[in-house]
């Protein structure tokens, strides 16, 4: 029998090849899409739901998928933290520090049940107990028990939060700078960001941009707007510099930026990455792209 004929022939005795690592994937719930941001503290309980049916069925679809969920603050934080000044630090009354940070956690609480509800083993993550920052900027958070919980086969959720400040006694730290630290030490295969809109707009048009590198970044940076409603965490700017951030510190990393108003959207992307929909970001010069922008 030739060697190409045994080659067809199941190898016994021989140990099976390592199994691919399961992917792990970062998902945020943006606050503008599980709350109304131009009313405080208002959530969107149907919104909130049908994202913990649609995570739920992308985890039966895929029992291998690892995630780490995190939300924005929308209408809880921000109006909080906008009334104190909590971003900008100085504090007189420490009191707004408590209160934003108080905020914050009244909607994690309603997005934790909701995915308990769903059958999903989601495990609150609270990110002031451990973040510091400088001037507004994170630079320390606990990633061993994310990465415990996750050992586990649980969900870790985070969330944006305050944080003591070394320069300026507090500021706000979003989502995304908790992911783009988390994405340093953990090495996930995704990020997904769920809000509002279809993606990211093309300067000037209601045409979603397909996909941001280093190509076309500084164009697409300079032409968006302003965010809708109270945002201290800078809105959609912030948001795409953080994930070009991200994806340029971690090879590898794709970025996506879809509309949870899609209903079963979420569900497909997480199930699928080949399903279209949204701007991807990426980078093709890690090194050259991280210092453009």
Not at 196 to 208: C, H, I, K, L, N
């Amino acid at each position: 029998m030739s060697a190409s004929a045994l080659s067809w022939l199941p190898a016994r005795g021989r140990r099976p090849g390592p199994l691919p690592a399961p992917e792990l994937a970062l998902v945020k719930l943006g606050g503008s899409l599980i709350t109304d941001k131009t009313r405080e503290a208002s959530p969107r309980l149907d919104v909130i739901d049908r994202m913990a049916a649609e995570i739920a069925q992308a985890r039966r679809k895929r029992p291998d998928l690892r995630l780490v969920l995190g939300h924005g603050s929308g209408s809880f934080g921000h109006p909080m933290a906008a009334r104190y000044g909590v971003e900008r630090g100085g504090l007189s009354d420490w009191r707004g520090y408590a209160e934003t940070a108080a905020a914050a956690q009244r909607l994690n609480r309603l997005v934790v049940e909701a995915l308990l509800r769903e059958g999903i083993p989601a495990v609150s993550v609270q990110p002031s107990a451990s973040a510091r920052s400088v001037r507004g900027r994170l630079v320390a958070l606990d990633s061993e028990t994310v990465r415990a919980l996750l050992s586990k086969g649980l969900v870790p959720l985070l969330y944006g939060d305050v944080t003591l400040d070394e320069a300026q006694g507090c500021a706000i730290i979003s989502t995304e700078e908790i992911f783009c630290l988390l994405a340093r030490r953990l090495r996930p295969d995704r990020l997904i960001e769920v809000g509002e809109v279809d993606g990211v707009y093309a300067p000037g048009s209601t045409m979603v941009v397909d996909q941001i590198d280093e190509r076309n970044a500084r164009e697409v940076l300079a032409g968006l707007g302003e965010a809708r409603g109270v945002d201290v965490t800078g809105g959609m700017v912030s948001k795409v510099r953080l994930m070009l951030e991200m994806v340029c510190r971690a090879p590898g990393l794709e970025g996506r930026i879809i509309s949870g108003m899609r209903p079963g959207l979420l569900a497909e992307v997480l199930a699928d990455p080949a399903t279209p929909g949204g701007t991807t970001i990426v980078s093709h010069q890690p090194t050259v792209a991280l210092q453009s922008f």
